[in-house]
């Protein structure tokens, strides 16, 4: 079943023949071109169409041999849609005999999460306030409007330039939490208007990338803390975090820099540096590398904008100055507010559970409130987001008690802590994991030093 020439005609349709297919074969396609799914019992072969995914080539990979149905169902708001695409892909189902979920998966707790999501949808959760995105796009305007006003009106002093480079961090910063809304087609009716308002709100006003973005973004929410599938917790070997981590590299004696301080160099590299230098360099290396031309355009029409602005009061030099400043305050802002329900939370190699689950071990939320809302665009909800990430931000508050319920009826913790409690969690984690490095370096160390006395 499933081999060769008659896996051609499957997807060819040439012979109208579709096979049955036990989980051990589906799970043989896993490497690179060569890569099946499950969705909803049905099994599809996405070798070559993983190439044209709109959400990037690498999310798809992170599921080959495995069941995508819930990931599916999380990532499009028009199922019946990405079906039709979905269709000449499809080369057979799943035998009766075999269970609809792989890697012994609760069926039970997938069955219910599923009701949830049916019953949230008939409440409306999934449904979009126009007015709140108007208005929240609106004082981001507002916002970069007054900054510019204030240096025509007051001039360039120190302390008129201060206020300046708050207001346009905050506007960035807002905008960075709007351009989330669109990238994952949580705001307008078509995935199509979604995707053009999001190359606008991404590009000409925060001079980013897109597609870059969906790349980075969609792989993070399918694989959450999960290492060589979740770009996030990929840290260049500037950190080790986790308890799984430290220790692989406390074993093989890595130490690129002194993990047992990461809790404190952190300040200096993660914060400061994130926004303004590796992601400012990511960003175009991709737009280049990969030919991303419309980006590049909306981009460059940030950087037009921004100059034609602020060099006539500045000068090129004090308006680059200005720009890396607002950078610098921007990548603060991000970095606590991303970081605080991911980093102290459970980061390990994949482990093949249900969406509920693996979620609800990689993220934790923070308490609600007016500030907290506003501040962190509503990822406060963070548990909520990565369940159901097409659902409308404002809608989170109102699906969080039924999560809850369901988390406490199969036992899954639900986390949530203090604005000031999660920010210092992140401080916290970082010690932990660098004690855990230093600890098995230190055995590893005292090992073969023993080792060595009994040679001798």
Not at 52 to 75: K, N, S, V
Not at 190 to 214: E, M, P, Q, Y
Not at 395 to 409: F, G, I, S, T
């Amino acid at each position: 079943m499933g081999g060769g020439g008659q896996q051609t005609d499957r997807i060819t349709g040439t012979n109208g023949r579709l096979g049955t297919y036990t989980w051990e074969e589906v799970q043989k396609h896993t490497k690179s071109g060569d890569q099946w799914i499950v969705v909803e019992r049905q099994v599809y072969n996405v070798s070559q169409w993983v190439k044209r995914h709109p959400g990037g080539l690498r999310i798809i990979g992170h599921y080959a041999g495995e069941d995508a149905t819930e990931a599916f169902t999380a990532f499009h708001p028009d199922l019946q849609l990405v079906r039709k695409y979905m269709k000449p892909l499809l080369i057979g189902e799943l035998e009766a005999s075999e269970p609809s979920q792989d890697c012994q998966k609760n069926a039970a707790l997938v069955e219910d999460f599923r009701a949830l999501r049916e019953r949230l949808e008939a409440e409306g959760c999934f449904k979009t306030q126009p007015l709140f995105f108007i208005l929240h796009l609106g004082h981001i305007l507002l916002l970069e409007v007054i900054a510019l006003m204030l240096v025509w009106h007051f001039g360039t002093g120190w302390i008129n330039t201060a206020v300046v480079a708050v207001l346009m961090a905050t506007a960035q910063s807002q905008a960075g939490w709007l351009q989330h809304d669109f990238g994952h087609l949580s705001v307008c009716k078509t995935s199509r208007w979604n995707h053009l308002v999001h190359k606008f709100v991404i590009g000409h006003l925060k001079g980013a990338s897109a597609c870059w973005w969906n790349h980075r973004h969609f792989q993070h929410h399918a694989k959450p803390n999960v290492f060589k599938k979740d770009p996030d917790v990929n840290m260049l070997n500037a950190f080790v975090v986790g308890k799984v981590q430290p220790v692989e590299y406390g074993i093989k004696k890595i130490k690129h820099l002194p993990y047992n301080h990461q809790h404190k160099y952190f300040f200096f590299i993660g914060p400061p540096l994130l926004i303004p230098v590796y992601f400012q360099f990511q960003i175009f290396h991709n737009m280049i590398l990969h030919g991303l031309w419309v980006d590049l355009a909306w981009c460059i029409s940030y950087y037009v904008r921004y100059f034609l602005c602020y060099t006539q009061f500045y000068g090129v030099f004090w308006a680059v100055i200005l720009f890396n400043f607002v950078r610098f305050m921007e990548s603060h802002w991000f970095v606590w507010v991303t970081q605080m329900s991911h980093i102290p939370m459970n980061i390990d190699y994949e482990k093949h559970q249900d969406w509920l689950s693996m979620q609800l071990v990689a993220t934790c939320n923070i308490e609600q409130s007016p500030f907290n809302d506003w501040f962190s665009g509503h990822l406060n909800f963070q548990i909520e987001h990565h369940l159901f990430p097409t659902m409308p931000r404002h809608n989170y508050w109102r699906a969080a008690p039924h999560v809850r319920a369901l988390c406490d009826k199969y036992g899954v913790k639900y986390h949530e802590k203090t604005l000031y409690g999660a920010f210092a969690d992140i401080i916290r984690s970082l010690e932990k994991s660098g004690e855990l490095w230093l600890d098995r370096t230190s055995t590893n160390k005292n090992l073969h030093f023993c080792l060595h006395l009994k040679n001798k």
